[in-house]
């Protein structure tokens, strides 16, 4: 008949640092990968931004000129000149909240790596535990 030897503290001690290791590793490698995903999606979308900030300019460049020669028609030249600057003045207002609200940091928190980092010290207190009580 066979014995069974049970494990050895460490051997248990050798298997969870061998466990931690590799844990460590799938985590930086999940970080990363989130990380590069992230900053991925943000420069898209600030290339995004910036073109169509530059298509937008233009556009409202030609608006603004048709605005100011129409106003003069039928006010003075100043006057048209500050409603038009004023009008500007609102749009870059509005692009500039707009902007603002999309480009948030807290989109660049790497979310899953931090859930995923959380659950992995649970399992570590878990095994310390269970350690502990195979040692006494």
């Known amino acids: 008949m066979e014995q069974v030897r049970e494990p ?20 930086v490698r999940l970080a990363r990968i989130e990380l590069v995903q992230s900053l991925r999606d943000a420069a898209m979308g600030l ?26 028609l039928v006010i003075p030249l100043w006057a048209a000149g500050l409603t038009t600057v004023g009008f500007y003045a609102v749009l870059a207002g509005i692009a500039l909240l ?3 609200s999309r480009l948030r940091p807290s989109s660049l928190m790497p979310e ?8 992995d010290r649970e399992w570590l207190e878990r095994e310390r535990e269970w350690v502990e009580r195979q040692v006494r």
């Not at 050895?8 to 985590?27: K, N, Y």
């Not at 995004?48 to 000129?65: D, M």
């Open 8 to 27: 050895s503290v460490s051997d248990i001690v050798g298997h969870m640092l061998g466990d931690i290791q590799r844990l460590i590793r799938d985590e």
């Open 47 to 72: 290339a995004a931004v910036a073109l169509a900030g530059a298509f937008g300019l233009l556009a409202l460049a030609f608006v603004g000129v048709a605005v100011f020669y129409a106003l003069a």
């Open 98 to 100: 707009f902007a603002r």
């Open 112 to 119: 899953q790596t931090i859930e995923s980092l959380q659950e």
